[in-house]
């Protein structure tokens, strides 16, 4: 069987190559590669279990995109926001842009901020925790949505100033 390495150095192989599709197949597994405009994409499919009632294969798709398209879409996509700092999220949570639901947001765009304004509410383990701007200027952008999942260290919010 193919192990992960094997199967991107396979996609790197195909992408450069002039070969639109190429497929492997042992008794263990089948790698079914296929290259045209749209990005590579990688199917590898487990064997099936005969002797167990309802057999059912195991299947993984890896998408990968050529870097020249890559770039294009970095290209063709909005103008860069100006901004001088990221105010980014300190834990995993849920994004609330209001103290409830049916308050008015903390911030919006164009709201000057100083380094103690509560910009939102992270919630984690079903604490909310009010997140300060720790800088001062102006909300240029806001990155995420309200209800939305974010990450540890991930932008909320980009200031100017």
Do not use: W
């Not at 860069?80 to 105010?87: A, G, L, Q, T, W």
């Not at 999220?89 to 709201?111: H, I, Q």
């Not at 103690?116 to 990155?143: P, R, W």
């Amino acid at each position: 069987m193919l192990n992960v390495k094997e199967i991107q150095e396979l996609i790197h192989l195909i992408d450069h190559s002039s070969i639109d599709e190429f497929t492997y197949e042992t008794n263990e597994a089948k790698v079914s590669l296929k290259k045209n405009s749209q990005p590579t994409q990688t199917v590898v499919t487990e064997p099936v279990v005969h002797n167990v009632a309802t057999p059912q294969p195991v299947a993984s798709a890896v998408e990968q995109q050529p870097a020249s398209q890559a770039v294009a879409t970095e290209e063709s996509g909005q103008a860069k926001v100006d901004f001088d700092h990221e105010i980014v999220s300190p834990m995993v949570g849920t994004f609330y842009s209001s103290p409830n639901p049916e308050s008015d947001v903390f911030v919006k765009k164009g709201d000057k901020v100083s380094s103690d304004t509560v910009v939102c509410i992270v919630e984690a383990m079903k604490l909310f925790n009010e997140i300060e701007a720790e800088v001062s200027g102006e909300i240029v952008e806001i990155l995420v949505g309200n209800g939305e999942l974010v990450e540890y260290g991930q932008p909320l919010f980009r200031v100017k100033g």
